[in-house]
């Protein structure tokens, strides 16, 4: 018998969180939690990166965006969903009108939980938007965190520790693992063969968007091949900068872009990969490249997601000075080196088991349970 209902709102549901989201309904019919997801659909830019859902559990939200100068605003038609819930988490984001009617009426009778960074990672926002953030997350009744690091900003904002829950932010990566053991080294030689690859081979997977850096990239790898002929980049992925990395890739003769790679084919690019390249946004690649046994290079730019503190410097990630030259020499030296090479793949592998959807699901259910039974 159901005790509660609870009510995820999501602006569109990524393919990435449907294995982390079906096992969250599962825990909750166990306990006598209905557990329901709603979403709206991805926007333009969203769409080309082609990893949009239609589970069937998605509960369709109506959704409209709009920009203002460089400004996402976007209205949701919330109160038809939310309408039995006890309980209704949604995104720390500014942008979602509902948030501030949610959060900050006097008259909500039901518990309002967001779900976040805890803070503006990748970006330096204004005085009234970074007030406008804290503002809305002292009014919520419970904090889901990506990470510790996601819990410390806001209780370093005066949020109580005791209202929080770090879920442990993460992708399913099961079947990445499984594709990558069953890979044959006669299919990488093969491949490598048929793409004129080296065992000097980086990868960068994700989408081609101005987030990832890719001008910085291109002009570090240009480096990299000067330096040394071997060198030779993979590209997998889509986005807005798609037919750009296309053009180059036509003259660069270390480059190869394949679009983007599902399944086996994308488990088999990475097996013939030495590296994970991502100067720019490090973010939940730092899950793939654990269950890759790939360690990532990458700078210390400023703008990392929360989940670059699962890396450890020189140990499962190489992290240089951030400048073109500098990450060149980094991509050369890791890749020319078997014996940190090997090394470095080895911790990433060693540390898979603790970053899982199971697990996440888990902290997050745990911190629903928590959320649900507690008074102020």
């Not at 006097?106 to 204004?126: A, E, M, N, Y």
């Not at 949020?159 to 044959?184: E, F, K, W």
């Not at 980049?233 to 660069?252: D, P």
Request: proline fraction near 4%; include cysteine; aromatic fraction near 10%.
């Amino acid at each position: 018998m159901t005790s509660a209902r609870v009510v995820i709102l999501q602006e569109y549901v990524p393919q990435y969180r449907v294995s982390f989201f079906r096992r969250l309904i599962e825990l909750g019919k166990e306990n006598g939690i209905d557990i329901q997801i709603a979403a709206g659909a991805a926007n333009k830019e969203q769409n080309q990166r082609q990893d949009g859902s239609s589970a069937e559990f998605i509960l369709p939200l109506s959704q409209l965006e709009i920009r203002i100068v460089k400004m996402r605003i976007v209205f949701r038609r919330v109160r038809p969903v939310i309408a039995e819930a006890n309980l209704v988490i949604m995104e720390q984001a500014r942008r979602n009108v509902d948030a501030y009617w949610l959060l900050l009426s006097p008259w909500q009778r039901r518990k309002i939980c967001l779900w976040g960074h805890g803070r503006d990672f990748v970006t330096s926002p204004s005085w009234i938007r970074r007030r406008a953030m804290s503002r809305l997350t002292s009014a919520a009744d419970w904090f889901f965190a990506y990470t510790e690091g996601s819990r410390e900003s806001v209780i370093s904002g005066g949020y109580p520790i005791a209202q929080t829950t770090v879920v442990q932010n993460s992708i399913d990566t099961t079947d990445l693992q499984d594709a990558i053991s069953c890979i044959s080294k006669a299919e990488i030689d093969e491949f490598r063969k048929d793409n004129q690859l080296t065992d000097q081979t980086a990868i960068f997977i994700g989408g081609l968007d101005e987030s990832k850096r890719l001008p910085f990239l291109f002009a570090a790898c240009r480096n990299a091949y000067e330096m040394d002929k071997n060198f030779r980049l993979l590209v997998v992925g889509n986005g807005i900068l798609k037919e750009s990395v296309e053009k180059l890739a036509e003259t660069a003769p270390w480059l190869r872009y394949l679009g983007p790679l599902f399944g086996t084919q994308k488990a088999l690019a990475i097996a013939a990969a030495e590296l994970i390249c991502m100067p720019g946004r490090v973010g939940l690649v730092a899950v793939d490249s654990f269950a890759a046994g790939r360690p990532i290079v990458t700078t210390d730019w400023p703008w990392h997601g929360p989940e670059f503190e699962y890396l450890e410097s020189g140990k499962t990630c190489l992290v240089s000075e951030d400048d073109e030259r500098s990450y060149a020499q980094a991509l050369i030296s890791l890749l020319t080196d078997k014996n940190q090479l090997r090394s470095m793949q080895e911790a990433c592998r060693s540390v898979r088991g603790k970053f899982t959807t199971d697990e996440m699901a888990a902290r997050f259910f745990d911190g629903i349970q928590r959320a649900l039974s507690y008074r102020p």
